[in-house]
């Protein structure tokens, strides 16, 4: 069965804790702290794979985990850090969110790899906590938590151009005619269940990719046939191919059907209908005489006075196929050659546990000091490297009183705020 969806369970490595200790040496009076600081817990990394092309893999592992990083030990030896866990999926895969369904990361185009949660950073030791007023630390700083995500995956196949059309109108036909794919034909319904792709190859000019989207019926777009399970495929495509049965060989009107395939993409996501589509008017080896010119003139009669072309062809025998792969290839070189891409929605870095404590005072050398699990997590979760990074550092600080507290303390502009690692000069 072919996979195209899938929900996991994803989880980066805890940081290990930092170790409490203390030095036992000759000549050192009182000793001193020498706890070492825990290991950085592993990163879980998400990587196209060019061989891959369905995800049927996370069909039966669902969950998957980087590593911890190892707790400090005494002597001031820092932990080992956590192995990161990179995970391979075909090139189109979007991970979505699953509770919001919003986009984390499109794997797709120059997309290879990203890291999607960032493992826990390791807990200072105590060596860390020595002041002129503390001199005997006992505490040390645990190991970030790690953080776990569900997500659902979907792929979503990287073409140039979807063919669409009712089961039985010579799609697969088609595709095996102008390109290297080779899809199972028979002359039943639902003959195509799986995508597919194939490569149209042009005398003379670049060629493009078509998707065969299998299965669309009336009713698609809300579940009936095959076609819901796929119409996000074509969610990529710039331009599609609506091939329509010209001889009515079911006894369908060909018009109609055009109709109800529209309705069905507009249904499934507006955007789909809007995308530029061309005609294929196809099996007109199927029709004798005259007919054949009254068909074609009332299916162009409908639709080319709204700018969509249609061809009179045979997939059977390749009359007109030619010239309507170069009308395509005309389309696509005037269209807009930005990839389509889902923009990032869902941003892991920022999530951050809401009621967890913490505190802020002044310190006897003027150092003004912000810490508490509620901080510590923020802090693990940002990137502040990043200008989205900080200015949600600093939302985070403004939404939740943080700087007003550090101003009933006294704080001026230059003063110096600790939270755990990072040190920053105040200003307003």
């Known amino acids: 069965m072919f996979a195209d969806r899938a929900e996991i369970v994803i989880k980066s490595g805890k940081g290990g804790d930092g170790h409490v200790s203390f030095r036992r040496e000759i000549y050192v009076p009182a000793g001193g702290p020498d706890g070492g600081d825990g290991g950085k817990g592993g990163d879980l990394i998400f990587e196209v794979d060019e061989g891959l092309n369905t995800l049927s893999e996370f069909r039966y592992n669902r969950k998957y985990a980087a590593q911890n990083g190892e707790d400090g030990g005494k002597k001031r030896c820092t932990g080992k850090d956590g192995a990161d866990l990179i995970i391979k999926v075909p090139p189109g895969t979007i991970i979505r969110e699953k509770e919001t369904g919003k986009v984390i990361a499109d794997m797709s185009h120059e997309n290879r790899r990203e890291v999607i949660l960032r493992g826990g950073r390791g807990g200072k030791g105590n060596q860390h906590y020595a002041t002129a007023t503390m001199q005997v630390p006992k505490y040390a700083q645990p190991g970030q938590k790690a953080k776990e995500l569900s997500v659902i995956l979907e792929l979503k196949v990287i073409a140039d151009v979807g063919l669409v059309g009712f089961p039985n109108v010579g799609k697969s036909t088609f595709l095996s005619r102008v390109t290297n794919a080779r899809p199972k034909i028979g002359n039943y319904h639902f003959t195509t269940t799986t995508p597919n792709l194939g490569v149209v190859d042009l005398d003379g000019a670049d060629g493009f990719v078509i998707a065969d989207i299998p299965g669309l019926i009336e009713g698609a777009s809300e579940g009936l046939g095959l076609g819901h399970e796929f119409l996000r495929h074509i969610e990529r495509t710039k331009v599609i191919i609506h091939l329509v049965d010209a001889a009515s060989t079911e006894g369908r009107d060909p018009i109609e059907d055009i109709e109800l395939i529209n309705s069905e993409l507009t249904s499934y996501n507006p955007e789909l209908a809007k995308r530029p589509q061309v005609i294929a008017a196809n099996k007109v080896d199927a029709i004798y005489g005259e007919e054949v010119d009254e068909v074609i003139h009332k299916i162009r009669e409908a639709y080319e006075p709204k700018g969509i072309s249609v061809f009179a062809i045979s997939a059977v ?28 929605e869902f941003f892991p870095d920022e999530i951050v546990t809401s009621n967890l404590p913490y505190e802020v005072w002044k310190e006897e050398d003027g150092l003004y000091v912000v810490e508490g699990p509620r901080i510590e997590r ?9 200008e989205k990074g900080f200015e949600f550092f600093q939302r985070f600080l403004k939404e939740n009183n943080i700087l007003d507290e550090l101003e009933a303390l006294g704080i001026e502009e230059g003063d110096t705020v600790r939270m755990y690692g990072h040190e920053f000069d105040y200003y307003k």
């Open 317 to 344: 025998s390749g009359q007109g196929v030619k010239e309507l792969l170069y009308h395509v290839k005309g389309m696509l070189d005037n269209l807009d050659q930005t990839p389509i891409i889902f923009e990032k």
């Open 378 to 386: 923020m802090l693990g979760y940002t990137n502040l490297d990043s």
